[in-house]
């Protein structure tokens, strides 16, 4: 199976931009949806992307996920950063009926 | 709106068989979906367990190595986990997920039950 690789952390100042890579090792990034999640500590994950770039209702537009072929990766933009993004990001694709989720990023917003 | 609720015990004896369910409220599982699992040990990421659907296909992560089961109950709409032969390793927060379906080898969103931890004691 594939891996999703993930950046272990990242930071910016709120009102900035943030974004977040996902890596696969082995496959197309673009022949299977690709999920964004979002963890707060002690929270179960919610979907801020699902489908490579759809946001659910309720998700701000300051959440944009893209994928590029040429990096095989995924990535979740987070614009005009607050303090309540600070929080855990997985990201999550799937082959072969196999879920795959990265190892996730932690978003500190300082 | 789908409600996932959680139920289980939160301590699991090493070697023993470790078993959660999943009550489903807002939509019955037979009309679609997978329903699967995806533990948290502390401090650590995400991992799949497996995820089921209602016509019976099935499919785990061969890391488990045919531990893990799931199985669905339409009759009172909720779905189960059992883990055989645990270790200290598979403590962790398990969550019970909706995931969504778009036919073939094509998966979109997981919505998420609100999790439990169990622990493995020696």
């Known amino acids: 199976n594939f891996m999703l690789t993930q950046p272990h952390s990242v930071s910016g100042s709120p009102g900035k931009t943030v974004t977040i890579s996902c890596t696969r090792s082995?496959?197309?990034?673009?022949?299977?949806?690709v999920q964004w999640y979002q963890q707060r500590p002690g929270g179960a994950p919610t979907t801020v992307i699902y489908?490579?770039?759809?946001?659910p209702a309720g998700v701000p537009d300051r959440f944009s996920g893209s994928i590029d072929s040429s990096s095989n990766s995924a990535s979740l933009t987070i614009s005009g950063l607050r303090t309540e993004d600070e929080a855990d990001y997985y990201c999550?694709?799937?082959?072969?009926?196999?879920?795959?989720f990265g190892g996730g990023t932690k978003l500190t917003v300082l | 709106q789908v409600h996932l609720q959680q139920s289980g015990p939160g301590l699991v004896k090493s070697s023993e068989t470790l078993s959660l369910t999943c009550g489903v409220s807002?939509?019955?599982?037979?009309?679609?979906?997978?329903w699967g699992w995806v533990r948290q040990p502390p401090g650590k990421g995400l991992e799949w367990i497996g995820n089921?659907?209602?016509?019976?296909?099935?499919y785990y992560n061969p890391s488990l190595k045919s531990r893990a089961t799931i199985s669905l109950n339409t009759a009172v709409n909720e779905f189960s986990l059992k883990l055989s032969s645990v270790t200290a390793a598979d403590t962790a927060v398990y969550y019970c997920?909706?995931?969504?379906?778009?036919?073939?080898?094509?998966?979109?969103?997981?919505?998420w039950g609100q999790g439990s931890l169990v622990t493995v004691s020696p």
């Open positions: 089921m659907h209602h016509f019976g296909d099935s």
């Open positions: 082995s496959g197309s990034i673009a022949s299977n949806y």
């Open positions: 489908e490579d770039k759809q946001r």
């Open positions: 999550q694709s799937y082959h072969n009926h196999n879920q795959v």
């Open positions: 997920a909706r995931i969504s379906y778009c036919g073939g080898d094509c998966y979109s969103n997981f919505e």
């Open positions: 807002g939509y019955l599982i037979r009309n679609g979906y997978y």
